[in-house]
């Protein structure tokens, strides 16, 4: 089945140490996020790819970088992490931007910070 | 700007009595939303999407949603709650001409009692 795949589930990481997240998708699609969303919170877009082309939110930390070497894959890199960086992180696809186009989200990593 | 706002932050109900979960939306458009539901440590799962087609969306597991211009409203609803269905719901509005960013609700977490 095509889907969305988020490796590791489970990522414990200590303070300051950096860490990536990664996604891969077997959709083809052309536009992949990145949300984080802490506990009990709708999540929160961090950004995202529309084929190559990286689209930053506006109060996404420089702390947060991006990397889609390819279609398939999404690098979410956590250069120093805090605290209240401990999150799940989502990653999601869709075909193409637009209202009408649904996303498809992958399973999350849970990412704690000692 | 759109905003999304869903009424009850829980909602409690009995196995196979009926479910309805509120959401009130602000948009100066005819706008796309989407029904997502997330269980607990998983990602987020469509369960049905309007894009100004037939007013009564049907969409996954029984649940089906009724997009009300004149009330500014799409509520959820399944006419028999399952154990399965205890999870948040989270009601979401794309946002106009922003490549298709998703705009949450805050969500509703449903319980489900046997």
């Known amino acids: 089945d095509a889907m969305v795949i988020q490796n590791p589930r489970y990522q414990v990481t200590q303070f300051g140490k950096p860490v990536t997240l990664s996604c891969s998708q077997t959709l083809n699609h052309n536009v992949m996020y990145w949300y984080q969303q802490k506990s009990s919170q709708a999540p929160k877009l961090l950004f995202h790819?529309?084929?190559?082309?990286?689209?930053n939110e506006a109060d996404t930390p420089d702390n947060f970088q991006s990397r889609r070497p390819n279609t398939s894959f999404c690098f979410l890199d956590i250069r120093s992490p805090g605290l209240g960086d401990a999150a799940m992180y989502l990653c999601?696809?869709?075909?193409?931007?637009?209202?009408?186009?649904?996303?498809?989200f992958g399973p999350g990593t849970r990412l704690t910070v000692t | 700007a759109q905003s999304v706002t869903q009424l009850d932050s829980h909602v409690s109900v009995s196995e196979g009595t009926p479910v309805l979960l509120r959401c009130n939306y602000s948009s100066s458009y005819s706008p796309s939303l989407f029904w997502y539901v997330q269980h607990p440590n998983k990602g987020l799962q469509l369960l049905l999407k309007?894009?100004?087609?037939?007013?009564l969306v049907k969409g996954i597991n029984g649940f089906e949603a009724e997009f009300k211009k004149s009330e500014t409203s799409f509520h959820l609803t399944k006419p028999s709650a399952h154990m399965s269905d205890a999870a948040e719901y989270f009601c979401?509005?794309?946002?106009?001409?922003?490549?298709?960013?998703?705009?949450f609700g805050q969500g509703t977490e449903l319980s489900v009692k046997p």
């Open positions: 309007y894009t100004s087609a037939a007013t």
């Open positions: 979401v509005v794309s946002e106009e001409n922003q490549g298709g960013k998703l705009i």
């Open positions: 790819y529309y084929d190559k082309d990286f689209n």
């Open positions: 999601a696809t869709s075909r193409d931007r637009g209202d009408s186009y649904e996303q498809y």
